[in-house]
């Protein structure tokens, strides 16, 4: 991708998970946020570009100053091989591979005939509720509705049936991208075009902003969410990993 597209999803990343306090350094977003969302309190470079090793232990030292430890958002493109081999080195091991995917606002408009979800500027307890579950799930899901709610500007769609949210989602404008985050159907409602429902409210929102192009993160493994996000126009652009120290 151009460079510039690169940047500006980075920082359109973080204006959407809005973290406690961003830096940047030598090139690098540094993201720091005491949550368990990883996108919100990672280090991310600004461009797929060959870097100086080095900045991994200056990048290291401003975790520390924090008293968070640091995590590592590296694409798996060939110039990042020094970065990798010094981020092995230093007891750093890669996680969860996830897909970084764009498409024009228009073909997610496209994915469903039925009519879009509602939107609101605000969450409201009946969406945050589609990130709680069972086990440690609410943990994770309530730092994620934190982080989302604190993102200005966003928007929050939901599909209300009999009386009861079953699927919601939520989408950022900034840097000249709308980015989709959140995307969550209630287990019993799924493979029924809720999530289309979703993406195309959302596209709504985006196409009133003046916007054309869009963009999302999923993880490697999720095939379910891919198949709708194929036939949404998404294509990916890039892959990354999260390097944590064991």
Not at 145 to 164: N, T
């Amino acid at each position: 991708m151009p460079g510039g597209d690169v940047e500006g999803i980075e920082r359109a990343t973080l204006a959407a998970v809005s973290p406690q306090a961003v830096e940047e350094l030598d090139g690098w977003l540094l993201a720091f946020d005491s949550g368990t969302v990883n996108r919100a309190k990672s280090a991310a470079p600004l461009q797929h570009a060959a870097g100086d090793p080095t900045v991994i232990g200056r990048i290291e030292a401003r975790y520390q100053a924090r008293g968070l430890p640091s995590l590592f958002r590296l694409a798996d493109a060939a110039c990042f091989d020094d970065l990798r081999q010094e981020l092995t080195r230093r007891g750093y091991r890669s996680e969860r591979s996830t897909l970084v995917q764009i498409a024009t606002v228009q073909a997610m408009r496209d994915v469903s005939a039925q009519p879009p979800a509602e939107v609101a500027s605000a969450p409201n307890p009946a969406w945050a509720a589609l990130f709680l579950g069972d086990g440690p799930a609410p943990v994770d899901g309530a730092n994620r509705v934190a982080a989302l709610s604190r993102s200005p500007g966003s928007l929050y769609a939901s599909v209300c049936e009999d009386g009861h949210t079953v699927a919601a989602g939520a989408a950022a404008f900034s840097h000249g991208w709308a980015s989709v985050h959140g995307m969550r159907t209630a287990p019993a409602w799924r493979g029924r075009g809720m999530a289309g429902r979703i993406l195309a409210a959302l596209a709504d929102a985006a196409i009133a902003r003046g916007l054309a192009r869009c963009f999302l993160q999923v993880e490697a493994d999720n095939n379910a969410a891919q198949a709708l996000y194929r036939r949404a126009g998404f294509d990916t652009a890039w892959c990354y990993e999260y390097w944590r120290r064991d």
